[in-house]
């Protein structure tokens, strides 16, 4: 916290002053606000007037302008002795003044607030319109130097702030107008390559320069800080610079460049120069914010000193009060040789502007700042939210938005075996069994194995038999029971192949004796790579097409499995939605979630596969013919058959699948759809869902924001590359819990616009900052 204390004087020494005391903390209402006095004391200017006269009468190259013939006779060693005690006695004088009764309960409450205030920085303003009082050595008051951390400034009592605050759209250099005037016995050179070392600058420097072209810097650029280097006096309260050999000037001769130079942005005018007052009190009359001046003529070694370590602190981010405070110290170390060194350097402040730090004068105002990134961050997430779904809407994103996908089906537990299948696999060695019996086969099912299946399954009332294996064949002459049951049973269905008129492939016929109410369509959709992850469970084939099923295989099963069994009601929506139970089975129309590029092919919805493993239980064929089986195992069940041996191909890459061997057999995965509807109906598991578009648009716009106020708050990017990380891990958490319950939203377009977002806000904030 930053506090300011304000001192009002008004009066002289020769009636007093009428003093008020007003504390608070920077940029608030004071807290505190009381009256005390002052009284007057004469003695006060004798004896500043007599230390100003020991301190002139020293030896020393200065920055002040020599008269001519201006000598002096008294030793060093004896001035230097008279100005240390005179300085004594002006300091004494003063702080018994400071001790008057009448201002004693300001003392007592400056007290108070210094205490409280011991962590934090004190910025003290001086106000008044005594010139005297407006040169006497402040930092000598007993309470600053009791409490370090304090700095006062001197400052007219009425202030007008008239300059603009720099904000980030000027510059990220400090812009520095360095005037390098008559240097006559002086070096002054050290203070140019002082300056030169600075970092982050912009700096012109004019050397011995003609008031025109001073003028026309002032008029023509912006500048944060005017600085000047070399001789300067003060005359009847009036300031004067050297600015080459011949030729001196005013700031009134500079007036309309230096007011034009306070309105585009001047913060701080520095006078590296002797008796720098007369020009701070021409300065007030410019509002020119903050002004750093040396009270009496200063030595010039004294003043390279003050400078280098006014800029180390200043630019080690030290506030401009603090800087200037660290180096009045740092003199002390040179006044065994230079007396009173430390009581050259003053503020002159302009009470109505807040003195800048280094930070602010390169980045500009931080607020301003933070405000132009909030708003670039808000107009970045939209535009980056349109160029994303643009380019997702193309199908650029399609692949990594299916591989984000099949990671976090990956990630969910695996669910228990649907105990409502029963599947009855046809292996290799099934395959061996059949031939060894003599059985002939047209297929990987022969009409005797077939035959002697069903006989040995339906006494044990099975809910539905499913036949997953194709035969556009008739059952043999000799099997007409076989022909007749397949022609009657209301519980038996099989499977036929739509055309596919891309390839010009008209499909596969279904047995000849299954009527039409009792076929479904085995056929699916597959994306690139082979993998299956979307449920077609309703089509219309092409009127060429060998298959006339509509529903698919595996909705066949489902409906009557939930009629026959479970009383469940199915109709049709007046939107033509089929409706089951409380379920309704909606048709995707693309573009849908990630998939952008998709034709509408029939009625399709993602299938939410409960298991990576097998579906339900399953027993081979051989198993069944044998009797080898609990008849448990297949009262009330839906029973598939079809071929898992390994010379039929029929296998599917899924959202498990990492490696060419982790397949999934088509019976398992018609297991998989038939499971997916029947859970859904009647143990609420969710169907797998998308939002519409503009849901799907406002969810990726959240987290560009997101990105965009990720880039604003942390703009370095070693809080923003971890914070960053954990935004994506909890994205990519909120979208597999969604996921769980049956929703897919955009991962990877979320991420792409948290991430681009984030990144051109901190492009923008380097760039502003």
Not at 52 to 58: A, H, Q, V
Not at 102 to 129: G, M, W
Not at 721 to 743: K, M, N, T, Y
Not at 759 to 767: C, Y
């Amino acid at each position: 916290m930053k506090k300011l204390v304000v001192l009002k004087l008004d009066g002289d020494f020769e009636q007093g002053f009428r003093v008020s005391l007003e504390v608070g903390e920077e940029g608030k209402q004071p807290s505190t606000d009381i009256n005390g006095k002052l009284p007057p004391c004469l003695a006060i200017p004798e004896y500043y007037e007599r230390w100003r006269f020991s301190y002139r009468s020293l030896n020393g190259r200065t920055r002040i302008k020599s008269k001519n013939g201006q000598t002096t006779n008294v030793s060093f060693t004896r001035a230097c002795s008279d100005c240390s005690q005179a300085a004594k006695e002006l300091s004494d004088r003063f702080n018994t003044w400071l001790l008057s009764d009448s201002f004693r309960d300001l003392r007592e409450k400056c007290i108070e607030h210094f205490t409280l205030s011991a962590e934090d920085r004190i910025r003290v303003i001086v106000r008044t319109s005594c010139r005297t009082l407006q040169q006497l050595p402040w930092h000598q008051w007993d309470l600053v130097k009791r409490y370090g951390q304090i700095e006062i400034a001197i400052s007219p009592p009425e202030s007008e702030c008239q300059g603009k605050v720099k904000t980030s759209t000027d510059s990220n250099k400090v812009r520095i107008l360095a005037i390098l005037g008559h240097s006559g016995g002086i070096n002054i050179q050290k203070d140019q390559k002082m300056l030169e070392q600075l970092p982050g600058v912009d700096i012109r420097f004019l050397v011995e320069p003609q008031r025109q072209e001073i003028n026309d810097q002032l008029w023509e650029q912006a500048w944060d800080i005017l600085f000047f280097a070399g001789h300067s006096e003060t005359e009847a309260q009036t300031g004067r610079i050297y600015i080459n050999r011949t030729e001196s000037l005013s700031v009134g001769d500079l007036k309309h460049g230096l007011e034009i130079a306070v309105k585009k942005g001047l913060q701080l005018a520095i006078f590296n120069s002797c008796d720098g007052m007369g020009l701070a009190w021409e300065l007030e009359e410019l509002h020119i914010p903050q002004a750093i001046v040396m009270r009496e003529p200063v030595p010039d070694r004294v003043a390279q000193e003050f400078l280098k370590y006014f800029l180390q602190a200043f630019v080690g981010e030290k506030s401009l009060y603090q800087a200037v405070g660290n180096a009045r110290k740092r003199l002390q170390g040179l006044e065994n040789q230079f007396p009173c060194a430390s009581w050259l350097p003053a503020i002159y402040q302009n009470a109505a502007a807040v003195p800048p730090t280094w930070h602010s004068l390169r980045y500009g105002n931080q607020q301003a700042s933070r405000l132009r990134i909030l708003r670039t961050a808000l107009v970045a997430s939209v535009v980056v939210t349109a160029l994303v779904l643009g380019v997702r809407h193309f199908g650029l994103l399609q692949s990594l938005e299916l591989q984000a996908y099949d990671q976090l089906m990956r990630l969910r537990p695996d669910e228990q075996p649907d105990d409502r299948l029963l599947v009855v696999t046809i292996t290799e060695e099934d395959l061996n069994y059949q031939d060894k019996m003599g059985m002939k086969r047209q297929g990987s099912l022969s009409d005797a194995a077939l035959a002697q299946l069903l006989k040995k399954l339906e006494p044990h009332q099975p809910s539905a038999i499913g036949l997953d294996i194709y035969r556009d064949f008739q059952v043999s002459d000799g099997h007409k029971d076989l022909a007749t049951k397949l022609r009657q049973s209301d519980r038996f269905f099989a499977v036929c192949q739509g055309s596919n008129p891309t390839n010009g492939h008209i499909g596969v016929a279904p047995p000849p004796e299954v009527p039409k109410d009792r076929l479904g369509f085995s056929d699916v959709v597959v994306d690139p790579h082979n993998i299956l992850r979307r449920h077609w469970w309703y089509a219309t084939f092409n009127s060429d097409s060998l298959c006339p099923a509509e529903l698919s295989f595996s909705l066949q099963l489902a409906l009557y499995y939930l009629i026959q069994e479970k009383g469940i009601k199915v109709r049709e929506t007046p939107e033509g939605y089929l409706q089951v139970g409380n379920i309704s089975l909606k048709p995707w129309h693309f573009p849908a979630g990630g998939y952008q590029q998709e034709e509408d092919l029939g009625y399709q919805m993602l299938l939410n596969y409960r298991t990576r493993g097998n579906i339900a239980r399953s027993i081979t064929l051989t198993e069944v013919l044998k009797g080898k089986f609990d008849p448990n195992w297949v009262k009330d069940r839906i029973v598939l058959i079809g071929v898992t041996a390994k010379s039929q191909k029929d296998d599917f890459f899924t959202p498990f699948s990492r490696d060419p061997d982790q397949t999934m057999r088509g019976i398992f995965v018609q297991g998989q759809m038939i499971s997916q509807i029947l859970s859904a109906v009647l143990d609420g598991r969710p169907l797998l869902s998308v939002w519409q578009w503009w849901e799907e648009a406002f969810w990726v716009l959240g987290w560009a924001i997101g990105g965009g106020l990720l880039a604003w708050h942390y703009r370095q990017l070693k809080y923003l590359l971890p914070a960053g990380g954990i935004v994506i891990f909890i994205l990519s958490g909120v979208c597999f819990i969604l996921l769980i319950r049956g929703w897919w939203v955009p991962l990877v377009p979320s991420v792409l616009a948290l991430m681009v977002t984030g990144g051109w806000v901190v492009l923008v904030a380097r760039q502003v900052i």
